[in-house]
């Protein structure tokens, strides 16, 4: 069995910045010379999440931000923020509930995404941080 | 290391149509003759998804779309659908925030649900299209 | 290649109890003696779920709780309990949107979690019940 292991860096702006992480995983992929198996990636992070989604900017920069906003009020009230000097209380839940990993299987040493999927890294948080996804693949 | 890979293509009725992927899933587990390791499932495409549910009517023809339409409304507005010919905005929201793989164990040559706990496919597109899930197994 | 496999057993109150297992995790992952590769974990039952969060009070105790009655309010009508002597279909619900598992990559021996990032189970039944999660490790 092969392993593989890396780690996607990319500075983001917060605030539901949705960012294009496909291009980077595949070329993972590619670099494992792995034809069957599995990857893994998490983002470091409790503020952060990752997911698929047909990377239009409608979707990307309007209406995901939209649905996040109904689930978790960025003015809500967070008992979070209460206890801490934080105003990134919805930034938490929205992290949670979105997850903070993909597992994706790997055939033909590609990611078999549809034209119209790619993977995304959401940064919910109020300050533009520097962001960190951990990657491993394994397989044959 | 033992690997396995398959495809399970299903024709499905959109409009949160929900399927039961179990019994697939657990032949595959049986053909791939792995006892110990780790089953990866992905959705091709970026408006379904996987996760798990209780298989009975009333969760699975009701309860689900009265919350999925809760958190993003057939009939809202999205930008998506002002960028191109699309009718399928909340389709899209929908799928990101369920998540469109499952990562699950393996164990004495079975996925190890609950009774009551079936993996399930979400078709939330607004056309009824043929869907493909790509499996990969690995383990010894 | 090495396999590794277990299970988490933990009592729970219910009613959207969150626990944190990243110790046990964490020791399952030493125990493995697996440096590169992929930690799966999956909750048995479908009114439980697995995500990451800070583990503040706050969040934990109130802010997810808040965020998870918008979605899927304890005493909205879900067609669930007309079918079967249950009040559960919040549970089913919320356990559905969160996920039922969870997979982590394994770097250096360990799971390359942030400082502030914690893995949680969430238990939303209405019983306190006991709760199994499984764990296979796969790695070098």
Known sequence: MKTYSGVI?????GNCHILD?????QTMVHDSQIAIGQLTAMI???TGALSTVEFDP??????????MERLAP???RYQHEANWP??????????????PSLALPVVKSRLPLGRW????????????????????????
């Open 9 to 13: 860096g990319r500075s983001t702006q």
């Open 21 to 25: 992480l496909t291009g980077e995983l």
């Open 44 to 46: 470091v992070g409790s």
């Open 58 to 67: 409608g979707l990307v920069e309007t209406d995901l931000a939209v649905a």
């Open 74 to 76: 960025a003015e809500g």
């Open 86 to 99: 934080d105003d990134n209380g919805h930034s938490h839940v929205r992290a949670t509930f979105t997850g």
């Open 117 to 140: 999927q790619q993977v995304i890294l959401l940064d919910f948080d109020t300050r533009p941080p520097h962001r960190e996804v951990v990657v491993t693949i394994l397989g044959n």
